[in-house]
Structure formats: structure tokens, C-alpha cells
């Protein structure tokens, strides 16, 4: 099972973004994702959450984005979108895509797998 994220970009303050990851696998397919986010990494720093959510619906959010970034998924395609708007310089960093027991059709399970990161920038 892999998941790969698209969407970062560079984008003036105020201006928004739509970061979009997918979890696609190599033979057979998925059953379920129980938990899919976003988390981000500035340099030097530990990575943090942004926002995730559940398969039923129930989200959480970071203080530092509540208000202006919105998640959201399509569980039939197995994706998961973060909506940014009102986006501030200090969102600048890389964003990873993040998935939590993810179960496959041929019961192969997975506790945890990361995307690869996607780098949003915006400037002042």
C-alpha cells in the first residue's frame, strides 16, 4: 500500500491550497482505512499534526489551522483532501499524508504508512 499526496504549491498570504493523497495497492485492494490525515514538518522540527479523520466522519484539528483549514474524505476512492484557506507565511513547510490501520481485501493489515511530503510555501 502506498499513499501519494499532491496539490503543494506557492501561494501568496490569504491565498488557499487543496492537498489531495491517495492510498492505491499493488495487487488486490483496500477494505479500509480506519484514520487518514495531514501532518507537517518544518526544518529542525519534530512533525505535527494539522488535521485527520476518522472513516466515520469525526475530525480533529490543530489549533494553529482550526477555522481555516477544512479535512475531508472520499472513502470509495480511498483519498483524503485538506482544503487550505487563509493561508499564512508561517504554513509554509512540508506536508505529509498519513494513514492508520489500513486493512486490504486479502487481510494484509497495516498499522501505520506515510506519504511522501509535499511542499507548500506561501509568502507575504
Known amino acids: 500500500v502506498q499513499l501519494q499526496a499532491s496539490g503543494g504549491g506557492a501561494v501568496e498570504a490569504g491565498g488557499s491550497l487543496r492537498l489531495s493523497c491517495t492510498a492505491t495497492v499493488a495487487t488486490g485492494s483496500l477494505r479500509s482505512i480506519e484514520i487518514m490525515g495531514w501532518y507537517h514538518q518544518a526544518p529542525g522540527k519534530e512533525r505535527e499534526l494539522v488535521a485527520f479523520m476518522s472513516s466515520g466522519g469525526r475530525t480533529t484539528y490543530a489549533d494553529s489551522v482550526k477555522g481555516r483549514f477544512t479535512i475531508s474524505r472520499d472513502n470509495a476512492k480511498n483519498t483524503v483532501y485538506l482544503q487550505m484557506n487563509s493561508l499564512k507565511p508561517e504554513d509554509t513547510t512540508v506536508y505529509y499524508c498519513?494513514?492508520?490501520?489500513?486493512?486490504?481485501?486479502?487481510?494484509?493489515?497495516?498499522?501505520?504508512?506515510w506519504g511522501q511530503g509535499t511542499l507548500v510555501t506561501v509568502s507575504s
Open positions: 498519513n494513514a492508520k490501520r489500513i486493512t486490504t481485501r486479502q487481510n494484509y493489515r497495516y498499522v501505520e504508512l
